[in-house]
């Protein structure tokens, strides 16, 4: 039986056993069969007997699956979020923007209070450049990391309502190049609705007025 490699290296690094030794592990099988199926959820993963297919999955984020890790930030699984964040701050030329785009893709309302400090942090909208030997790189600042991760998560949440997923994606013009006008938008729209936010009423959360 031939085995995936990252389900080969969760059996490894769990202790499991491996292909020439039987089966796949439960765990490993289940956590490949929730990605597949995109059926993690919160009230699977607080299950004291899902805790070894859950520790699967975050192992297999840890280890470089993009699969995982959006699956456990659209349960807001505190490990992944915290590590994405540390990501998103390192102004690093490719992992910030990675996991800026992780975040709004999860679709992931409560990451919004996670982003707000950084979306708020007063700083210039332009790139920072870099250069490594014979090339160029541009990083963008964290506030515009963090306003287009929130805007991302506005469009992708099935708990907000149209009005404001409509204006949400109205932010993304070609012509705002380094999405300071988005930036502005999305801290105004932060400051008139933290509070239905912070209150889990997103269905409620409209554009600025």
Same mark, same amino acid.
């Given at each position: ?17 491996? !292909?020439?030794?039987?089966?796949? !592990? ?5 956590? +490949?069969? /929730? ?6 959820? !919160? ?34 699984? !505190? ?11 390192? #102004? ?20 919004? /209070?996670? /982003?707000?400090? +950084?979306?708020?942090? =007063? ?28 805007? +991302? ?10 009005? /404001?997923?409509?204006?949400?994606? =109205? ?20 400051? =008139? ?12 959360? #409209?554009?600025?007025?």
């Amino acid at each position: 039986m031939r085995i995936k490699p990252y389900l080969f290296l969760v059996c490894v690094v769990l202790g499991l056993r491996t !292909p020439g030794e039987a089966e796949l !592990p439960p765990a490993a099988v289940q956590a +490949d069969a /929730l990605l597949r199926n995109q059926a993690l959820t !919160p009230a699977f993963a607080a299950k004291p007997e899902h805790e070894s297919v859950v520790r699967a999955v975050r192992m297999l984020a840890k280890n470089g699956d993009s699969r995982a890790r959006l699956a456990l930030l659209k349960i807001a699984d !505190p490990e992944t979020v915290e590590t994405s964040l540390k990501q998103m701050r390192s #102004h690093h030329w490719a992992q910030s923007g990675e996991a800026a785009v992780e975040l709004g893709a999860s679709g992931q309302p409560v990451l919004i /209070l996670a /982003l707000s400090e +950084d979306l708020l942090k =007063q700083e210039s909208a332009a790139p920072a450049n870099f250069v490594s030997g014979d090339e160029h790189f541009k990083v963008r600042p964290r506030s515009v990391l963090a306003a287009k991760a929130i805007r +991302d998560i506005i469009v992708n949440a099935p708990e907000f309502n149209e009005a /404001l997923k409509a204006w949400a994606r =109205q932010l993304d013009s070609g012509a705002d190049r380094n999405f300071e006008l988005g930036r502005e938008g999305i801290r105004a729209w932060w400051k =008139q609705n933290q509070g239905l936010l912070r209150d889990g009423k997103y269905r409620a959360a #409209h554009p600025p007025r």
